[in-house]
């Protein structure tokens, strides 16, 4: 057998092989990846259980705090409704009864699903959120875009980029 015969006989990853076996012995010992060391107790970090925040029985997100840390503004599904509105929330720092809910972009809402979503307040009390209006139970946007408005006065909002 030539050499030749022999590379085309060989395995293609010998070479692979023998420079992971040599790295195992060199560089690798396998013990076990971590000690058993104590670390003074056996409690979580933070022992208290999560804290349920809303009362809504419909999808909560898009939190948000204000930068004074006195509320949350959160997006919330308005349920038992026919237009499915996603609303603006604010909640008090610790969760609880909503201070308010804001579901109306426009006039003719009750015929609309209008979606507040991605609220991000800022220190000066304004506030920048995706508003999505459109037909009930349509695939599609009607209207959306990023917007500009104040935390007190949502509704009442600047169109800075419209989205396609």
């Known amino acids: 057998m030539t050499q030749s015969d022999d590379l085309k006989t ?8 023998r420079w992971l076996a040599l790295g195992t012995i060199i560089g690798c010992g396998h013990t076990e990846p971590f000690g058993s060391r ?7 970090f933070d022992p208290a259980p ?13 939190a948000a705090w204000l930068t004074d ?3 949350v503004l959160y997006s919330a599904t308005e349920s038992g409704t026919q237009d499915h509105d996603i609303c603006l929330g604010l909640l008090p720092p610790t969760g609880g009864q909503l201070r308010r809910l804001s579901c109306d ?9 209008d979606a507040f979503q991605s609220a991000a307040p800022a220190p000066n009390g304004s506030l920048a959120y995706v508003a ?3 037909r009930i139970g349509a695939v599609t946007p009607d ?21 396609p």
């Open 143 to 163: 209207e959306q875009g990023i917007v500009l408005a104040s935390i007190e006065d949502p509704i009442n909002r600047r169109v800075l980029r419209a989205v």
């Open 105 to 113: 972009l426009s006039p003719n809402s009750g015929h609309l699903t």
């Open 38 to 44: 104590q670390f003074g107790t056996d409690q979580p």
């Open 69 to 71: 840390g006195s509320g």
């Open 50 to 62: 999560p804290v349920r925040l809303t009362f809504n029985q419909g999808v909560d997100r898009d």
């Open 10 to 17: 060989r395995p293609r990853f010998a070479g692979v092989a």
């Open 132 to 134: 999505v209006i459109s």
